[in-house]
């Protein structure tokens, strides 16, 4: 039976790096398909040439297609010239693991990944096929056979999604709604404010004191994410196939807003559509003369900071978001804008349907679509741990049982803040909270912690990260994604 072998070849300049003959012998034929970009058509009766290259300190992913026409079993092994600026490994997730057998008649996927860690210019990688009528395996000194596996990136929520799903669950009741809690991972599935039949129905939240939330976003620097490079925020949790994260600290103290009009007496108007600090977190807004996409583009200027239209000095260039890679990260979502009445004595359940409402003041919209946002008295809410916290959110300051509620919510700072919900009964009223840990209404106008709440793009990907404070999960580089492309 034929034994055949894959042989890769890299050349990085002048340095060849030939993928060198597993076997001793070779086909003589040479022809190659190309099926698609970065996808290879082989047939192993065939010796083959294609070049793939890679830029300087980049990566590339390539995949092959190798078909075997024989009537028999196929051996084959992928190596390259043992080189210290060059990476190669086997995706862990290939269609067909690499495991060197291809059967009779079948054909299966090798999709490996390069790395060029040399900084040279470029990479120019080949790839060689070829087999031997019997005999052993032979490596040639000086070849390294491609035997470490890569974990690729995943999807940011995709893995919050998998980490609840495969992790035990025990129910837990709050306003008698149960709900599933996947203790181990500190996740639970809100049942989109208990109206689902199904335990699993809703989005998946992060709950507890303080949950393996962590992850790096706003970075300077992608390409090499550390405390130094990045800002750490928080996973709030995985809404319609997105994740939805919290600055991890407040962007200073600001007036939610503060316009004047004939019925409020300067007091601010709670339409978050036209609202001050709206227009100070997103794009659009640049010929504002106060406040405007200030923080969105990294700038300072003045910002409003009480009533009337008071304004005083802000500073967010270093604060703001900080380039372009993060900016394309924001996903432009709809926001619910329902309005809660001012007395916030109701459950997380209650809060969730009130924001999905339709009362709002007079000549307000239900929706807003727009990327920065503030969090919902739901998600803080949800938050804490339904099996230490049985109180409403007016009542998250309760000291029983050592301040349960509030002490067990992770979206709980210590300060006030402001959240994104209005009071349908005012014009003027908005939602924060409290120090104390009370969720409140107050007039716009007031200065309050800012803390910029978004949705991260579909398909954001997290290369490394386990979550915790000390290794927050880290997002792949936007500049591995030619053009921006979404995916």
């Known amino acids: 039976m034929k034994k055949k072998k894959i042989i890769t070849s890299a050349i990085v300049l002048t340095i060849s790096l030939t993928i060198a003959a597993l076997y001793q012998t070779f086909a003589t034929d040479t022809t190659i398909d190309l099926n698609q970009e970065d996808l290879y058509l082989v047939n ?10 890679i830029p300087a300190n980049s990566t590339k992913t390539v995949m092959y297609r190798l078909q075997n026409t024989s ?3 196929i051996r084959y092994a992928v190596g390259y010239t043992t080189n210290s600026s060059v990476s190669v490994k086997v995706y862990s997730d290939s269609e067909s693991p690499e495991d060197g057998i291809v059967a009779a008649n079948e054909y299966k996927y090798i999709k490996l990944f390069l790395e ?13 096929l070829g087999y031997e009528r019997g005999g052993d395996l032979i490596v040639p000194s000086g070849i390294t056979l491609v035997s470490e596996v890569y974990t690729p990136p995943v999807d940011i929520s995709k893995k919050i999604s998998e980490l609840y799903d495969s992790a035990s669950k025990t129910t837990v009741s709050n306003n008698s ?4 809690y996947a203790t181990s991972v500190g996740l639970m599935n809100d049942r989109l404010g208990g109206t689902t039949q199904s335990l699993d129905g809703g989005n998946i939240r992060y709950y507890g004191a303080d949950p393996n939330n962590y992850i790096y976003f706003n970075c300077s620097n992608y390409s090499s994410q550390t405390s130094d490079t990045c800002e750490l925020w928080r996973i709030i949790g995985v809404f319609n196939g997105r994740a939805k994260i919290v600055r991890g600290e407040s962007i200073g103290t600001y007036s939610w807003d503060s316009s004047s009009s004939t019925s409020n007496s300067g007091y601010g108007v709670n339409n978050w559509s036209q609202a001050d600090v709206m227009k100070l977190l997103n794009s659009g807004y640049e010929s504002e003369s106060v406040g405007g996409s200030l923080y969105y583009n990294g700038a300072s200027g003045n910002c409003y900071s009480g ?15 900080k380039n372009e890679e993060t900016r394309w990260m924001i996903d432009n979502a709809t926001w619910n804008l329902g309005g809660i009445d001012s007395n916030l004595q109701i459950y997380s359940d209650e809060a969730y349907q009130y924001e999905r409402g339709s009362e709002v003041p007079s000549g307000q919209s239900s929706t807003w679509i727009g990327g920065i946002g503030l969090i919902y008295p ?3 809410g949800y938050a804490t741990d339904f099996s230490q916290c049985t109180q409403n959110l007016y009542n998250y300051n309760n000291s029983t049982s050592s301040y349960a509620c509030r002490n067990n919510d992770w979206l709980h700072t210590g300060t006030n803040q402001w959240m994104i919900t209005n009071n349908f009964n005012s014009d003027m009223s908005v939602t924060i909270i409290s120090s104390t840990g009370r969720a409140m209404t107050l007039n716009a106008y007031s200065s309050y912690p800012i803390i910029p709440t978004l949705y991260l793009k579909k398909s954001t990907l997290v290369v490394s990260g386990t979550g915790t404070s000390t290794d927050p999960y880290k997002l792949e580089d936007p500049n591995n994604l030619e053009g921006y492309v979404e995916r």
Not at 116 to 128: M, P
Request: glycine share 8%; charged share 15%; hydrophobic share 25%.
């Open 44 to 53: 192993l009766e065939s010796l083959n040439t294609k070049t793939v290259t």
């Open 71 to 73: 009537s028999g079993r």
């Open 378 to 380: 739901s998600d803080y």
């Open 116 to 128: 060029n860690n040399g900084g040279e210019t470029s990479i120019t990688l080949s790839t060689i």
């Open 177 to 180: 709604i149960s709900y599933n």
């Open 307 to 321: 009533r009337s239209n008071a304004a005083t000095a802000c500073d967010f260039t270093s604060t703001g978001l």
